[in-house]
């Protein structure tokens, strides 16, 4: 709930720098707190007034504001943020961008394209106004994050947008990122479940009873191993763990305690 992502600004806020031939591009620190609790609409409202007072201070120098809040560099990370945010309007991109017939978003939605490049942060994602509409690519690095994982985050952002849209006063600790198929995968496939019911645990079993039940079925199975020759049956941690349930009761350990 504490994320920080670079964007650029084009450093010309006078109108006197206008026409001057030369790089004055640099970089502000946008600074936001999404905590669960919070609303989409006034969540939106901080980043709107954050993202003001940033473009206020605009001049201040992104290496002297590096040299101040951290001065012990990390050659494998970049210093303050990761990710990166640029809005780009039509004007910016000189009219001729494509946008490859791009539809709105929705649910499920893949359509996706990777070109090989070079990527200056982990990940910048790109925002460009094509007077319809916004066009989205993403910059990633190869090495940290596979096409997949990407795409993964693409279909993120687009449950994201997609719910704020049916339900734009939604609480951000209420959005659901994730599509049914993948919910469907981590609920369901990866515990071994099928949509026509699985084999649930009870409800009113506790850990220590569905133990006993496997020392009951499996006692001499193996429950334990380490890299070393230490090999433990389910009935000898029965026994083990007994023996130290015992001790600590009798040093005057109790539920709750």
């Not at 980043?47 to 201040?60: G, I, P």
């Not at 017939?101 to 359509?111: I, K, N, R, S």
């Not at 190869?142 to 952002?157: A, K, N, Q, V």
């Not at 734009?168 to 993948?182: A, M």
């Amino acid at each position: 709930d504490d994320i920080i992502v670079g964007s650029p600004v084009a450093g010309r806020p006078r109108v006197d720098l206008q026409e001057i031939i030369g790089m004055f591009v640099n970089t502000v620190c946008m600074r936001n707190y999404p905590a669960p609790g919070k609303t989409f609409p006034d969540f939106l409202q901080e980043v709107k007034q954050n993202t003001l007072a940033a473009f206020e201070n605009q001049d201040y120098p992104f290496e002297e504001l590096v040299e101040k809040v951290s001065p012990q560099r990390d050659a494998a990370r970049n210093p303050i943020f990761d990710v990166t945010f640029n809005l780009l309007n039509q004007f910016d991109t000189g009219g001729d961008f494509d946008a490859g017939g791009a539809e709105p978003v929705e649910e499920g939605e893949e359509a996706f394209t990777h070109t090989p490049g070079i990527a200056k942060f982990d990940v910048n994602m790109t925002a460009v106004e094509t007077g319809s509409g916004l066009a989205f690519t993403v910059e990633y690095c190869s090495r940290l994050f596979s096409p997949s994982t990407i795409e993964r985050f693409i279909g993120y952002f687009k449950n994201l947008v997609s719910r704020v849209r049916r339900n734009p006063g939604i609480t951000i600790g209420e959005i659901d990122i994730l599509g049914e198929e993948e919910k469907k995968q981590l609920l369901m496939e990866f515990n071994g479940l099928s949509e026509t019911g699985g084999k649930p645990y009870g409800e009113a079993k506790t850990i220590t009873g569905l133990f006993a039940e496997q020392v009951e079925k499996r006692g001499n199975a193996l429950a334990l191993a380490d890299n070393s020759d230490m090999q433990i049956t389910f009935s000898h941690l029965d026994e083990r763990s007994s023996a130290l349930a015992s001790v600590l009761s009798g040093k005057g350990s109790a539920p709750g305690t």
